[in-house]
């Protein structure tokens, strides 16, 4: 099995729910004792959430390029980042390491793909749902990406941020959420894709009418297949 070297702690919520889906797979596909080899990186969110605000997205992809490039020295031989947001920076990772980088919009397109759907509504953080690097590769697989109002984008924002973050669930915003998923749906969304890593915390598949796309347990999943690529599973 190869070593996956997670950049995290963007969420340190999210982080967790990745090591267990990775352990949980490990133990489910290759039986025994078996566990998921990784190295996870936990990153000051303080410090990315400050820069992020302030759009020093500079600055922000030299912490992820100095990150990878750790996890690399470190010996991990696949990387992921687990957040959606920060797959702003995939681009300044690639070039700082020589370790293949899974994207998470392209591993949750083709999923969407395969269900043949061509709609679906994006939430996720405000740079998420309002910068394009995740509408575009859904567009590149034929995918069109509607988003909430800016009012309620703001306060989907603020959930995770304020909330999600920290780990308080709280059945107010589990309400929002499925209200704004399901205007959505009246708009013509044929699935949801629960686009930032926390949001899985708060809205479940059985939450919604519409099939969800859990970005978090998809990403996880597609490392797992890559670092087992070529073993024979039980």
């Given amino acids: 099995m190869q070593t996956i070297g997670l950049i995290g702690g963007i969420t340190w919520q999210s982080t967790i729910l990745y090591y267990q889906i990775l352990n949980e797979l490990a133990a489910k596909r290759l039986g025994g004792k078996h566990s998921a080899k990784c190295i996870i990186y936990s990153v000051q969110f303080e410090e990315v959430a400050k820069l992020q605000s302030e759009g ?3 600055l922000l992809n030299d912490m992820m390029a100095e990150t990878a ?21 995939i681009g300044a990772i690639r070039e700082a390491v020589g370790l293949p980088v899974i994207h998470i919009a392209e591993v949750t397109a083709r999923e969407i793909k395969s269900k043949g759907l061509k709609k679906v509504a994006l939430l996720g953080t405000k740079y998420t749902m309002e ?32 909330e999600l973050s920290k780990g308080r669930i709280l059945k107010s915003s589990k309400d929002f959420y499925i209200k704004i998923i399901e205007n959505l749906i009246d708009q013509g969304a044929e699935g949801v894709i629960l686009g930032c890593t926390e949001i899985p915390l708060l809205i479940q598949d059985d939450d919604i009418s519409k099939p969800t796309f859990n970005t978090t347990l998809i990403h996880a999943t597609a490392a797992f297949k890559e670092a087992i690529k070529g073993k024979t599973l039980t």
């Fill in 56 to 58: 020093r997205w500079d």
């Fill in 69 to 89: 490039k750790n996890l690399e020295a470190a010996g991990a031989e696949q990387l992921i980042i687990c957040a959606n947001t920060m797959h702003l920076c």
């Fill in 131 to 162: 910068k394009e690097f995740f509408k575009d590769v859904l567009k590149n697989f034929g995918i069109a990406a509607i988003i909430p109002e800016e009012k309620d984008r703001a306060e989907i924002h603020r959930v995770i941020y304020d």
